[in-house]
């Protein structure tokens, strides 16, 4: 007998697959051209550096109704298809981000540092308004209507209106960027990048820490403080570009950006555990890095993202290193 979750989680899925079937604009300013497959990060140079036979390894999580840690698969994903969204067009694709696409990156240099920051927040825009999309088909789709209907559309619509909350509060961040790479001499924002021996993992994207949302920030007056963070590998080498903006951000933040700095490999590792298993879901590891964790760490990582996908508190800790030689 299918129960009433499992046809949830069937519809869901349906609807995610609609959703991700539909067309896109290209998020560039007021561009009306259709997106194509953006890559987050560099197919060759940076996802080949850390590929086994052209193949990384990602998460993919697959239902709706519950978070169950036996669920969370590691999936071993092509490098034509791993990190990519439908962000831009394939002119703003190609034209916008030349300067990061080279063989040798200036990661000092403040404009290339905002161009990965920026794709990165236009990444977390999309897969936001992706979102909306899939829970808008679960509200529209007949069958729904013939489950506890009450109940999961308060939820559904719960959703969306929080990921619209979102939405709108990255845009406030997209237009500053936009009109920076346009040419504004003013610096919204600030970078702080560090250098490390090659590990195997990429990762980009923005994270709130907010434990407690003050009235100005629920009301929308003011964007919530985010951190934006890139992990970029090269053969040798992972380059870390995290910052904030200037006005938009806090104690924490400031002191997370700060704290990457003069790592031990060890504690290099803890930092890159949290990151991936608390704050951010747009990463991808090495089959090399993946092959290695132990059973134990890869268990303690779902079991900690399955109770905590919805937490984003700061203070929040991880006690395991995934990265863990044994
Ligand atoms: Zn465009």
Same mark, same amino acid.
């Given at each position: 007998?299918?129960?009433? @979750? ?78 990519? #969204? ?89 237009? @500053? ?16 990048? #560090?250098?490390?021996? #090659? ?66 490999? @060890? ?44 937490? @984003? ?14």
């Amino acid at each position: 007998m299918v129960t009433n @979750l499992q046809l949830i989680d069937e519809l869901f899925l349906h609807a995610r697959k609609k959703a991700f079937k539909e067309p896109y604009k290209c998020l560039f300013k007021e561009c009306n051209a259709n997106s194509i497959k953006s890559h987050l990060l560099q197919k060759n140079g940076v996802l080949s550096s850390i590929a086994v036979k052209k193949h990384v390894v990602t998460m993919y999580y697959p239902d709706f109704t519950k978070v169950d840690e036996d669920k969370i698969e590691f999936k071993k994903t092509g490098i034509n298809n791993a990190m990519t #969204y439908p962000l831009f067009c394939s002119t703003h694709d190609t034209d916008l981000f030349s300067s990061i696409e080279k063989d040798k990156i200036d990661y000092n240099d403040y404009k290339s540092q905002l161009l990965f920051s920026y794709r990165g927040l236009c990444s977390e825009i999309r897969k936001k308004q992706r979102n909306v999309r899939i829970y808008e088909r679960l509200l529209d789709s007949p069958r729904m209507n013939i489950l506890s209907p009450m109940h999961y559309t308060a939820i559904l619509l719960q959703q969306i209106s929080g990921f619209k909350q979102g939405i709108s509060d990255m845009l406030r961040y997209k237009r @500053l960027m936009e009109n920076e790479i346009g040419g504004d001499k003013v610096q919204n924002f600030t970078f702080f990048y #560090y250098k490390y021996p #090659y590990i195997g993992i990429c990762a980009s994207a923005i994270f709130s820490p907010v434990d407690i949302i003050t009235s100005a920030k629920a009301t929308q007056l003011e964007p919530l403080n985010n951190v934006l963070i890139n992990i970029i590998p090269d053969k040798s080498s992972i380059h870390i570009v995290i910052g904030y903006h200037k006005k938009y951000n806090d104690t924490w933040i400031v002191d997370y950006a700060k704290s990457w700095n003069d790592l031990s490999a @060890l504690q290099l590792q803890y930092m890159l555990t949290d990151l991936i298993a608390a704050r951010i879901e747009t990463w991808c590891l090495s089959p090399d890095v993946y092959e290695k964790i132990s059973s134990k760490n890869l268990k303690q990582f779902k079991k900690y993202w399955s109770e905590n996908v919805q937490n @984003l508190s700061p203070s929040q800790r991880i006690n395991f290193n995934l990265f863990a030689e044994v």
